[in-house]
């Protein structure tokens, strides 16, 4: 049974552009409107806020906290919320595939039991929020850093925010990872405001 519980829970693993750490101190917050609010970490301060690059990640927030370790790298802290809509999606698409190959003593053979399914639901929670990370890189014009060092934080709790979690209702959270700024988009968009800045207005008065 481990096999087959460990089965879904690795699915797109090898999609990510991210590792993730889940930290384990928040406290659960009971919300009426459409977003499922789990008690957010207080905003670092200090800090530069970031301009988005794109329209995407409407509602998120990104700031640069400072160098870390080696040339061109910096920590980013980021506000953003994971789409309900593509947690309901990833759900259902863990869950039928984990029902190919489900094969539980007392349950028929490819029907996945109760007891698996909040292991589905955390899994569809934290893919969703990964991808709203890799989301994060094109908005803000960042790049990922490789192996351990591009590990994602979240700094909420996965299994608070998995608690009572109604599936398809939005998830705010706040995460840091560390990154590079995008040579090619910032290097382009500081031409672009030299260029703005080179403009010279010229009156013309009519004789």
Known sequence: ???????????????????????????L???????????????????????KMSSSMEGSRMKNMGPGDGEGVFKFWLSAIADGAQVKQIRQQ??????????????????VPPYAQPQITTFAVQEAIIKTCENSLEAYGLESLQGSAGEVT??????????????????????????????????????????????????????
């Open 154 to 207: 979240v700094n909420e709790d996965i299994k608070d925010i998995c608690k009572g979690y109604k599936v398809g209702t939005d998830i705010p959270f706040t995460a840091t990872y560390m990154g590079k700024f995008d040579a090619n988009i910032h290097t382009a968009s500081a031409s672009e405001e030299v260029e703005e800045d080179n403009v010279v207005d010229v009156e013309v008065v009519a004789e």
């Open 94 to 111: 863990t869950e039928k595939e984990a029902s190919k190959k489900a094969n539980f003593p007392g349950f028929r053979k490819g029907q």
């Open 1 to 27: 049974m481990k096999l087959s519980i460990c089965m879904f829970l690795g699915l797109a693993a090898s999609a990510s552009a991210f590792t993730t750490s889940f930290s384990l101190q928040s406290t």
């Open 29 to 51: 917050v009971s919300s009426s409107t459409s977003l499922y609010a789990a008690e957010l970490k207080p905003e670092p301060e200090g800090g530069e806020e970031l301009t």
